[in-house]
């Protein structure tokens, strides 16, 4: 294989590739689909890398038009996709050789955004016991509840328990119900379960270690987690107060519901909107401006490196606090008594631009071969690209053209922006020289 290829960040982007591939191949048998016959190309090719990307949009129904077995693809393909195909080869690496090759850690540094190669053994084995602890704990309170509270036979309680808490931890949205939640709207039983597992997903892996590490000290927890959690609660917090207001007296949404259930709709609806693609409401009925929040909850997503898409809290908070500096004439980006240094600012403006340019491309592609209204196909590639899987209904009657444009975002939203700022990092190198400097005029 070229060096070039072998570079953590590349490889890691192939790797996903492969798990693509053969998912594909795995759906297209006949086995997977539940009349027995070889899905289409570009249906399993969609879900696919719907599935390995965690974003959760399709184009078939799940619970409907896959078998048991494509039913038990789909999920294993997401969970992959979400726990790290690199993180599982470090865990299998520490299960076998009881230490890692220098290769290994870079590679699952690259993936896991691990600060330096000593915390790689450490980040994986937490992701290993909080996927399993969460997992597993949401998916018995899903099945108790699915059986006693809805009267649902112990074995198809027990594997939608599962499939929903495995859905739901790696964000991937996928439901095994053509409504999604719907029906459970006014059931906190099963809403609240699935929020925290939401949360705990996309929180980010760091994070999680972060706070397992210093869980009593958060003066000294680092800037990473200190913004993404400060921000993540303005967003969670921002977004159920704003679709409260928007949606209070719509009849098609949150309109005919009690207090109590409206303020569940709202806060799982804001939690959902970030990364993970549940639906407890229509997002078809919703208002043009709770639309236009969505756009704004997708495209930031959830915390870095976790299974959470768009461009990440952590990005959009520093670009804030660059704002707020340059607003105050202070030539620092500081918070939490800290410094943002130069180059996390450089990387967030970057991912920042290139996450926009994607989503105007993705619009002007579709828009360019459908006659869709333009806000319901701006909604449908922000979700794509933040690898949220929330649709307004028009994925299915999008041409090929259409789908595979969203392929193209979901898979750039699930590695590029990994990719982007692991090259950006390692790729970071000091110059002999100095141009002489200018400033241009800004604004």
Not at 189 to 202: A, S, Y
Request: charged letters at 10%; hydrophobic letters at 50%; one cysteine or more.
């Amino acid at each position: 294989m070229p060096k070039r290829l072998l570079h953590p960040s590349r490889a890691v982007a192939l790797l996903f590739l492969l798990l693509i591939a053969v998912g594909t191949l795995l759906l297209r048998l006949p086995l997977s689909q539940a009349e027995g016959q070889a899905a289409p190309w570009l249906t399993a090719l969609f879900t696919a890398v719907s599935a390995v990307c965690v974003t959760g949009l399709v184009v078939v129904d799940t619970g409907t038009y896959w078998s048991p077995f494509g039913q038990a693809v789909v999920m294993l393909l997401f969970q992959l996709g979400g726990f790290g195909l690199m993180t599982a080869a470090a865990l299998l690496g520490l299960m076998v050789n009881r230490s890692l090759r220098l290769r290994t850690r870079l590679l699952t540094q690259a993936e896991t955004h691990t600060v330096g190669l000593g915390d790689v053994s450490s980040v994986a084995r937490v992701v290993l016991v909080v996927t399993l602890v969460c997992e597993a704990a949401l998916a018995l309170a899903l099945t108790l509840r699915l059986h006693h509270g809805h009267g649902l036979p112990w074995g198809e309680a027990a594997w939608s328990g599962l499939f929903h808490a495995v859905s739901a931890f790696n964000n991937a949205g996928f439901s095994l119900h053509g409504d999604s939640l719907m029906r459970y709207a006014s059931d906190a039983w099963v809403l609240v379960p699935v929020m925290l597992g939401i949360f705990i997903g996309g929180i980010g892996f760091p994070v999680l270690q972060d706070l397992r590490a210093k869980r009593w000290d958060p003066h000294h927890w680092s800037l990473h987690t200190k913004l993404t959690l400060s921000g993540s609660a303005v967003l969670l917090v921002g977004g159920a107060l704003a679709l409260l207001v928007f949606e209070w007296g719509n009849p098609r949404t949150l309109g005919p519901m009690s207090l109590g259930d409206k303020l569940l709709g709202a806060a799982f609806a804001s939690v959902s909107a970030r990364t993970a693609g549940f639906n407890a409401v229509d997002i078809g009925q919703l208002t043009q401006e709770s639309w236009a929040l969505h756009y704004l909850l997708m495209f930031v997503g959830g915390g870095s490196a976790g299974t959470a898409g768009g461009v990440k809290v952590a990005t959009v908070f520093i670009l804030v606090l660059l704002v707020v500096a340059e607003v105050r004439g202070r030539p620092d980006s500081e918070a939490f008594g800290r410094r943002v240094c130069p180059t996390a600012q450089r990387q967030a403006i970057t991912v920042l631009v290139l996450g926009s340019a994607m989503v105007v491309l993705g619009t002007l592609v579709i828009l360019r071969v459908t006659d869709l209204p333009t806000d319901k196909v701006i909604f449908e590639v922000i979700s794509a690209f933040g690898t949220v899987g929330l649709s307004t209904g028009i994925t299915a009657e999008l041409p090929p053209t259409g789908q595979l444009m969203l392929v193209v975002l979901m898979y750039v939203g699930r590695v590029g922006t990994i990719t982007l700022a692991t090259s950006l990092a390692l790729g970071e190198r000091r110059m002999p020289y100095r141009y002489p400097e200018e400033h241009p005029v800004v604004g």
